[in-house]
């Protein structure tokens, strides 16, 4: 369970780096326990962040793509090579089947450059997979006449 101040803190953090001119990143509030930031992609229109304080880290995650319902094995084939290589954000799924771009940071060290690091990767991620997951998912519905 995270701590009042653990939670104080990562809301002045997210806040007050949202409010920096520089980043291109709209606030979108604090639901059930986690806050959320929105960013702009050019893969698809926006990707919401979600950042949750734990006991020791700072859960950060992004919708990804819904679960799969065709080429189960290529998608997760994909995700799992892309994950060699990926740091500090790796493609997950949940219980659903949907997939996640997510991250995890040491409560401790979370500051701007933390956000910075983890809002870049995440950013990365989903324009580097969304596109060849949806090609991969979709792969042999295109009709021919």
Known sequence: MATSAAADHLVAVLSSWVADAEND????????????????QRARDYTTIWFEVG???????????????ENRVAVYEYCLNRNRTSWPA?????????LYVMARHPV???????IEDLVGAIYETVELAFPTLLQIAYRGREKSY
Request: hydrophobic share 40%; proline share 2%.
């Open 25 to 40: 990143a709209e606030w979108t509030g604090i639901h059930e326990g986690k806050v959320g930031l929105r960013i702009a």
């Open 55 to 69: 006991q020791r880290t700072v859960g950060v995650e992004a919708f990804l793509v819904s679960a799969p319902q």
């Open 90 to 98: 790796y493609i997950g799924r949940d219980r659903q089947g949907d």
């Open 108 to 114: 401790t060290e979370f500051d701007a450059k933390a």
